[in-house]
């Protein structure tokens, strides 16, 4: 047994080190898609209740909407 072990090793190693970086790269994707998401359903949220601005608030609002878009077409 502790042989066979010597014997595959490396592959072992070679595994450790695929999997150390493999695995925070699907978590970084998937992170992002999920941040995606998040945007994307506040931004139908605002269209929902899209109105004509003239309060500070509504700019506000208008600013929000706008930051929304432009980070979902650079994604």
Known sequence: MLEWLNNYAGLFS?????AA??????IYK??????RQAMKDELDSIREH???PMSV???EYCA???TLEKGLRRK
């Open 57 to 59: 608030e509504e700019r």
């Open 64 to 66: 929000k909407r706008s």
């Open 21 to 26: 970086i493999l695995v925070p790269c699907f």
């Open 14 to 18: 070679l595994l450790a080190v695929l």
């Open 50 to 52: 899209e109105r004509f």
């Open 30 to 35: 998937r992170q992002r898609n999920d941040e």
